[in-house]
């Protein structure tokens, strides 16, 4: 199993929120770009970021911040967060993105899932944030009526390869993950699973990589020091 450090990018600065509440962020770090050479050093094969500005504006916001990471930092990141169109996709694989997430866009436009997948492969990945096993967009402002299996059938269906999922209410909270919705969704469709929210420690990551999960993102738990991300590397290898 994969370990996906991550980065939530707010005003160039790393925060982190409860429950994806905005008006509850708490700066982690002044500087995202240290971060992560540290998870690097740490033995990180892949970052997540996300850019919760662009997730709440419809646009890329930290552009130059996530640009200096993926040159300085020398491996693979995926990033979501306000990614709406086709050129914003473009520019993202052209700044040496290595994975985006696609999560209200491919709620609203599923057509514009199927020609980035088209175009680009595996190198596109959708991000289904639940709240009481329905979809939530927008920054996970707004929810849909979509049930988030039935909606990850669909991206299956598109030809999405990975899939991250998020139980709303876990996340940031270290509360542990929803299990049975992970369980769930690793059963219902063929895609690659990446477990996101709640995580509070080396025991959730070691039953989680039990259930055959491909990866798992960790950011509260690590900066809180409930997890050293070398050791967890290690487990989950």
């Known amino acids: 199993m994969i370990i ?6 707010r005003d160039g600065k790393c925060v982190r929120l409860y429950q994806g509440k905005f008006e509850e962020s ?3 770090g002044e500087d995202p770009l240290k971060i992560a050479i ?12 996300v850019d919760l500005d662009g997730a709440l504006n419809g646009e890329i916001k930290n552009l130059k911040v996530i640009s200096e990471v993926v ?15 086709m050129e914003t996709v473009d520019m993202l694989i052209e700044a040496g993105v290595s994975r985006v997430i696609l999560g209200t866009a491919a709620l609203k436009n599923p057509q514009f899932v199927m020609e980035a997948v088209k175009k680009y492969g595996e190198k596109i990945a959708v ?23 039935d909606f990850a059938k669909e991206m299956e269906k598109i030809g999405v390869e990975t ?16 299990l049975e919705q992970l369980d769930k969704i690793q059963n219902s469709v063929s895609c690659n699973i990446i477990a ?11 039953t989680i990589n039990k259930m055959g999960i491909y990866g798992a993102i960790t950011g509260k738990a690590i900066y809180c020091g409930n997890i050293d991300l070398q050791k967890a590397i290690e487990i989950c290898k």
Do not use: C
């Open 4 to 9: 996906f450090p991550a980065i939530d990018l």
């Open 26 to 28: 708490e700066v982690v």
């Open 38 to 49: 540290s998870f690097k050093e740490s033995g990180a094969k892949y970052i997540h970021m």
């Open 71 to 85: 040159k300085t930092v020398g491996i693979p990141i995926e990033l979501g967060g306000g990614i709406r169109d």
């Open 127 to 149: 991000g289904i944030d639940a709240k009481n096993k329905k979809v939530a967009v927008n920054g996970w402002l707004n929810v849909s009526n979509v049930d988030y299996i």
């Open 163 to 178: 899939i991250i999922f998020t139980d709303i209410s876990k996340d940031g909270t270290l509360q542990g993950p929803n």
């Open 196 to 206: 996101s929210g709640g995580i509070k420690d080396i025991e959730d990551l070691k």
